[in-house]
C-alpha cells in the first residue's frame, strides 16, 4: 500500500490535539508530522487538516478518512494480537504414557518445524480425564474406558496389535513359538489373552510369562531379548523400523481405537488446530504394512 507510513502518523494526528503531541507519540518530530500529513494530502488531493489557534481539526475529508483508518488499523492490531498469542500460547495434552515415550515425543521436532515457536506440553495419564484443569485442552487415550464427560472424540487411528521379538531372541527360540516367554503388563492383563483367541492361539497362555508394572517395560524387555511383547503398532514403529524387533506374524485389529479428546468450543484456537490436524496426518498413517493372517499364525 502507497504512503502507509503517512497514513499510521495520519492516524495518530486524528486522535489528537496538535502535531506536537502526536510527535510525542510517534516518538518524531513536529516537522516530521507535518511532513508526512502534506504527503497525504498531496496524494488524496484533499485538506485533512485545518488550524485554529494553537490546535489542529480535521476537516470534513479528514473525518470521513479517520473512520476507515480507525478500522484498518484496530484489524490490524487484532492480527498482531491473535499472532502473539498463537506464538505464545501453551497447549496442554495428556497423552497415554507408552505413546507419549515411544510415539508422540520423538515425532514433536516434526510439529516444531512447522509451528515455530509453539508450547505443547504434555503429561502423561491413561484412562478418564478432566479437560479444563490446569488448562488441560487436549486428551489421546485408548478407547478401552467409559467417558464420564461429554467431550468431542475424534478417532485417530484403528488399534493393530501382534507379538514383537529381538531378532536375536526369536533365532534363539527358532521361530518355536511354545518356547516362547510372555511379557506381560500390569496394565494391560488381558492383552495376550485377547490376541491369542483373535489368532487362535490360546495354547500360548500355558508358556511361561514374565509380569511388568507398566506396557513400556515390556517392550524395552522385548528389545534386551527377554521374550515377546504383544505390541500396538504405534507403539513399536519405530523399533520396527530401526530393526530393534521383527513382528513375524504380523498385525491383528484389536477392536480398539486411539481416540482424541477436546471440548466444544466456539471460538477457534489456532495452535491447537494445527495441531489436532498434524496428530490425524500423522496417525492415520502410522499402520502396519501387513496385517497377520492365518498362514502367518501357522
Known amino acids: ?107 514433536l521436532s516434526d510439529f516444531y518445524s512447522q509451528v515455530p515457536n509453539a508450547d505443547v506440553r504434555l503429561s502423561t495419564a491413561g484412562g478418564p480425564v478432566t479437560l479444563g484443569v490446569n488448562a488441560l485442552s487436549l486428551a489421546i487415550r485408548r478407547d478401552d474406558f467409559e467417558l464420564l464427560h461429554d467431550y468431542k472424540r475424534t478417532k485417530l487411528v484403528d488399534e493393530w496389535v501382534g507379538p514383537v521379538f529381538a531378532p536375536g531372541y526369536w533365532q534363539q527360540v527358532k521361530g518355536d513359538l511354545s518356547k516362547v516367554r510372555l511379557l506381560h503388563s500390569e496394565t494391560r492383563p488381558q492383552a495376550w489373552a485377547s490376541w491369542c483367541q483373535s489368532a487362535g492361539k490360546m495354547g500360548l497362555l500355558d508358556n511361561s510369562s514374565q509380569s511388568f508394572a507398566h506396557f513400556y517395560f515390556c517392550f524395552q524387555a522385548a528389545v534386551d531379548g527377554l521374550g515377546a511383547a504383544l505390541g ?34 466456539t471460538s477457534d484456537d489456532q495452535l491447537e488446530q494445527r495441531f489436532i490436524h498434524w496428530l490425524q496426518d500423522n496417525l492415520q498413517r502410522c499402520v502396519p504394512d501387513r496385517a497377520c493372517d492365518e498362514q502367518s499364525l501357522d
Open 1 to 107: 500500500m502507497r504512503h502507509l507510513k503517512a497514513f499510521h502518523v495520519f492516524h495518530v494526528a486524528a486522535s489528537s490535539s496538535s502535531y506536537s503531541e502526536a510527535a510525542d507519540k510517534l516518538c518524531i518530530t513536529h516537522g516530521a508530522v507535518s511532513k508526512q500529513i502534506k504527503v497525504l494530502e498531496s496524494y488524496l488531493s484533499q485538506h485533512l487538516f485545518y488550524k485554529k489557534g494553537r490546535h489542529v481539526y480535521l476537516t470534513q475529508e479528514g473525518e470521513v478518512l479517520k473512520e476507515y483508518t480507525t478500522q484498518a488499523f484496530d484489524a490490524l492490531d487484532e492480527g498482531i494480537d491473535k499472532l502473539t498469542l498463537v506464538r505464545n500460547k501453551c497447549l496442554e495434552v495428556s497423552c497415554e504414557p507408552t505413546l507419549t515415550m515411544r510415539w508422540l515425543m520423538p515425532r
Open 232 to 265: 500396538s503398532y504405534p507403539l513399536v514403529v519405530d523399533d520396527l523400523k530401526r530393526g530393534n524387533l521383527i513382528a513375524p506374524f504380523g498385525f491383528l485389529l484389536s477392536g480398539h481405537s486411539y481416540m482424541l479428546l477436546s471440548q466444544e468450543k
